[in-house]
């Protein structure tokens, strides 16, 4: 792209993760108009809000080619799954995400585990179950503990680590007699338990190039020290001290290039965010997951280091360019998630939210509205995670004393959050 071109850019999305997104693509020296579809009452303040759904495929096909957008930029992996990357090509219009077939490494556990098996890439070991009489006795000739998990996309939370025979028996319960994840939990696949520090390596994929980002950590149950249920994120932080060049190199090399490779065999052209959510195990690294997106809260952490200009990367990618490298700021980025009361068993709706102008008025903090919205000229809260408060150090202990003083500022009924987020890379900063 060159200097003087101007990219008319919607990102679809409503989340802290969208907030990110939008906040780094109207940092762009090259940014045109900036669309936000459905985004929340803080997205409204950096981007013109499209009042169409993330998942109104028709509705945000028909916006883009009337307002002749030039680039989508696809948040949440839902309308991935469902082929808006796929409407849009087809449109001519440039997607940063993929199409269908390469969503379905997020949609679709069993096909992430058969790229993975063909691929050679580490993954734990698993079988997949359609109904309930097979996988009940292979679950007894096993053991536990074991990781059920729902194939099919069920919002977070398809997965139970089930450290008992009788909770692996409940959970396969849950799917296969009383449909909780509908379709989605038809299959079922009954994974080894794997122990370990968990890791997020999110990479730009265009066809065969990649471009890894820094690392991230993600923090996924509700409760400091890791306790209570899991929820859809609490906090993040970037980069991970224990991920050195040599283990960094490793992951890219044994897990992020064979996949690409994999998926090129098949046809996929992949264009978007290769997320491997792994588990650094004493065997080595091994892959949980794929998702087919950026993180929620990690993205809350990578983008505010980046250096570069994001607009250029996610266009290259989307056009298939060559990828631009990218610098990062130094030191580091903590995220810290703001929840309303309740959350996640439920969520509190129309709490009026104080302080946040003063918080992101602070030193290098910036704050991610998540489930936000105005109503009678105040904020408040519209759904489970509100916020995250992300801040920016030379240090661990400079970027989380930024965050948890961002935090400190803002109020509302029933607010939670962790108070550990990034303690142990703080720690481990100071060789603790
Ligand atoms: P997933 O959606 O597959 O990432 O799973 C959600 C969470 O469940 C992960 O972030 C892990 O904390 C946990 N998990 C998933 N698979 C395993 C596994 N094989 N062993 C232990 N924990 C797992
Ligand atoms: N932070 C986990 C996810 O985005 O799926």
Redesign the pocket.
Known sequence: MTDDERRDVLVVGGGGREHALVRGLARSARIGRLCCAPGNAGIAADAEIIALGAEDLPGLTAFVEKERIDLVVVGPEAPLVSGLGDKLRERGVAVFGPNADGALLEGSKTFAKQVMYAAGVPTGQAAAFTGRDEAKAYLINHGAPVVIKADGLAA?KGVVVALTQSEAEAALDDCFVARRFGDAGGIVLIEEFLEGEEL?LLSVVSGQQILSLAPAQ?YKRALDGDFGPNT??MG?YSPVPSVDDALYAELVEKVVRPTVEELGRRGIDFRGVL?A?LMLTAKGPKVLEF?CRF????TQAILPRLKSDLLDLLWAAAVGEELPAVDWHPGAAVGVVMASRGYPASSSKGDVIRGVDDAAALLEVEVFHAATAWAAGALVTSGGRVLTVTGRGDSFAEARARAYAGVAAIKFDGAQFRSDIALRAQQRERGG
Do not use: K, T
């Not at 993180?295 to 990690?298: K, L, Y």
């Open positions: 977070g997020s993600d859809g994120g993040s997320y959510g998702n993180g929620d809260p990690e």
